[in-house]
């Protein structure tokens, strides 16, 4: 433990810029993935253990779409459309024949993805790592804010995160399509009952989801090592994100993905031995005092 | 008519089949089968892989000249999935059922040790060609009198590398460092080895923060600019494969190595073929270059390990094959394949090989080999992708790795 350390960079302007942007890029892209956890589990009360694949898989695509294309948006693009696209064939082929089973059930269900995509991807991409690399229009210095080191990619890569956390909150608030859904979470039948057909909104609640993942690969991919199981690792972190959130809450996963990532790039300096550790100290502690979550409805 | 199998055919392919099957059952007892097990799935199944490949090219080579006492070799490969109660397994599976005769133990350490054991049950001939952690063959207690070890061991790796870093700072005046490793036992023991050695040829360094990422954690971003804050003057890193790769790929943006040094000894091929914009002048260890030692020998191996398998060796894959190089000399020696008798003929032997630093390598008494090529130089973005290579002076790593195994009670 550095308290020392912790209270001068706490009162250094370049170094609470710096650790705050760390922070944040940490919790945006944590926040992509965890959003499609919590929208799938709060429609569809699935707890979807295979979403580390679709950000596994966001990356790979990303990176042979660079190869093919040589655009980053392209990738980016590929990445995140293709992982929607397979959200809605692993709801209709796998996931929709587990509707109301047991949580093992879906357990199973979930780990024979994971496992057989992980195996599928070491036949495809090999078993060593890939480095997708920075594309050329962010091999650029960093920027220095109040003499904080701020690189403009992660500046890029919090804004598009930012943008589509703004998206989705609009989207389901205000849009007839985001009601019903929200609708969905809380009563399916009544939703069905009012003639809703529930298999398409089931399926674009996985496509959303899928697809945010798939996002958050192929955005991080040029900084990130891609390599099979890489899904496993943002997967757990994507759970604490949801637990603290509170199961179902969009608001309560950018809430929580932000905190995470803020005591990660401040917990570094203070807690150096122990910031993985004090990232379940803040979970047991936000459960203890709203055992439901931050934005979660108590049941 | 034709494709049908008539009785008579039928019969007469019997018959044959008979008279042939006792020639076909000695061909199959003539064949020399050597076991080999390694990681060959799971995040570093690259290493497993390049070991098999080298072992293969191996295969052929000592084949293409007669064999090993006249018979032909085999591998029998298996996948211990980097498990070492696996590992165990398959050793005794490859000697008792399978019939091998040899054994190559191309496991990480934790494996490793587990089969030291078994081997030490079995009596069988062993060469570890992976294992790094000094203790195996240093400690009496863990050596076992049939099991050798054909690899870079850490004690060694640790002072070249703290006597290269020492001078590199001295010239530099870097004083201050920081260290970034992984949060397990390799990382942790191997830097406090490091930095030992570091202090004692350099007494004026100071260590002014650490940082211990978890092995394979998807950022690091936290620990760049936790880097940044402390303002070290160099870094050393036992980061490696797709972990060092992620980390100079976001320290890049950060434009990390243009305000600190950066030190590491696990650049390899594999490393420097992923890493896109590899920055110039990060001081790294040769683990395995083409280039050093720049002999015909050494560049030749490389391209026909290249247009074999259309990837780079790795530091596994010349450890793999030297041990093949030890046994092939040493089964000549003894005329023999019992593990007594060439446990006897590898101790205190010397081969030439593409891979010793003056052409050389020795097997010392411990079990293990010094004179292996250890150089330090700079990376550069394009081939040969390390430069200005120092090779380690051996008579200083002995004299401290005595030095350590006396602190350590092992002599």
């Not at chain 2, 000592?62 to 696996?86: C, H, M, T, W, Y």
């Not at chain 2, 293990?368 to 090779?391: C, M, N, R, S």
């Amino acid at each position: 433990m550095d308290i020392d350390a912790l209270g001068a960079c706490l009162t250094t302007p370049a170094c609470v810029v710096t650790q705050t942007t760390s922070g944040l890029i940490v919790g945006m892209l944590l926040f992509l993935v965890a959003a499609g956890v919590t929208l799938i589990f709060g429609v569809l009360k699935i707890v979807n253990f295979a979403h580390g694949t679709f950000y596994m898989l966001g990356g790979y695509v990303a990176y042979t779409a660079l190869g093919a294309t040589d655009s980053y948006a392209l990738a980016v693009l590929s990445g995140a459309l293709s992982m929607a696209l397979f959200g809605v064939v692993f709801e209709r082929a796998l996931i929709s024949r587990v509707y109301g089973s047991n949580v093992l059930m879906q357990l199973l269900v979930c780990y024979a993805v994971v496992l057989i995509f992980d195996d599928l991807v070491k036949i495809v991409w090999g078993p060593e790592f890939h480095a997708m690399g920075m594309p050329p229009a962010f091999q650029v210095p960093p920027l220095f804010i109040a003499g904080g080191v701020v690189p403009p990619f992660y500046a890029v890569l919090i804004g598009i995160a930012g943008l589509i956390a703004i998206v989705l909150g609009l989207g389901l608030s205000m849009t007839r399509l985001g009601k019903t859904v929200r609708a969905a979470a809380i009563n399916p039948q009544m939703v069905s009952v009012l003639g809703v057909n529930t298999t398409l909104l089931f399926a674009i609640v996985f496509a959303v989801g899928g697809g945010l993942a798939g996002l958050a690969g192929a955005l991080a991919a040029p900084v990130r090592s891609l390599s099979p199981g890489m899904g496993f690792s943002v997967l757990i972190e994507s759970f604490i994100v949801t637990v603290i959130g509170g199961m179902g809450s969009i608001t309560g996963a950018l809430v929580s993905a932000l905190l995470i990532g803020l005591v990660r790039g401040f917990g570094t300096i203070g807690f150096p031995q122990f910031t993985d550790g004090l990232i379940y100290v803040v979970m047991i502690a936000i459960l203890l005092l709203r055992p439901q979550g931050l934005f979660g409805r108590s049941t | 008519m034709s494709g049908l199998i008539t009785r008579r055919t039928m019969l007469g392919g019997s018959a044959a089949s008979l008279l042939a099957a006792p020639w076909v059952a000695r061909a199959q007892a003539n064949t020399l089968r050597v076991g080999m097990q390694s990681i060959l799935s799971g995040p570093i199944a690259l290493l497993g892989t390049s070991s098999r490949n080298a072992l293969m090219m191996e295969q052929d080579r000592i084949n293409a000249a007669g064999g090993l006492l006249g018979r032909p070799i085999e591998f029998v490969f298996r996948d211990s999935k980097g498990q070492p109660q696996e590992a165990a397994r398959l050793t005794r599976e490859l000697v008792n059922s399978t019939g091998c005769e040899l054994l190559i133990d191309a496991e990480a350490s934790s494996g490793a040790f587990a089969v030291q054991e078994v081997v030490r049950d079995l009596g069988v001939a062993c060469i570890h060609t992976n294992s790094e952690t000094s203790s195996l063959t240093a400690d009496p207690k863990i050596r076992v009198p049939t099991a050798f070890r054909v690899a870079r061991q850490g004690v060694h790796d640790a002072v070249a590398g703290s006597a290269y870093l020492s001078e590199y700072a001295n010239a530099k005046k870097l004083n201050k460092w920081a260290t970034c490793s992984p949060d397990y036992a390799y990382g942790r023991d191997t830097t406090a080895q490091y930095l030992q050695f570091f202090k004692q040829f350099k007494p004026d360094v100071e260590v002014i923060t650490e940082a211990w990422p978890k092995l394979g954690q998807p950022d690091f971003t936290e620990v760049i600019t936790k880097l940044i804050q402390a303002k070290p003057q160099a870094l050393f890193t036992l980061l490696y494969a797709g972990d060092l790769s992620a980390f100079v790929n976001q320290g890049n943006i950060y434009a990390l190595f243009s305000q600190i040094a950066v030190a590491t000894p696990n650049v390899d091929y594999p490393v420097l073929a992923a890493i896109k914009n590899l920055p110039a002048g990060i001081q790294s260890a040769t683990r395995y270059l083409e280039t050093f030692p720049n002999t015909p020998a050494n560049k030749e191996w490389g391209q026909a390990y290249l247009k074999r398998w259309n990837e780079r060796p790795t530091n596994w894959s010349w450890q793999n094959t030297v041990a093949m190089q030890f046994y092939e000399a040493a089964i000549k020696k003894a005329n023999s394949l019992d593990g007594k008798a060439l446990a006897a003929a590898l101790t205190g032997m010397k081969i030439n090989t593409p891979f010793g630093v003056d052409g050389t390598i020795t097997m010392r008494d411990d079990h293990t080999t010094i004179g292996y090529a250890i150089g330090w130089g700079q990376t550069t973005p394009k081939e040969p992708f390390i430069v200005d290579v120092k090779a380690a002076d051996w008579g200083k790593i002995i004299e401290l790795e005595t030095d350590w195994k006396k602190q350590q009670k092992y002599i």
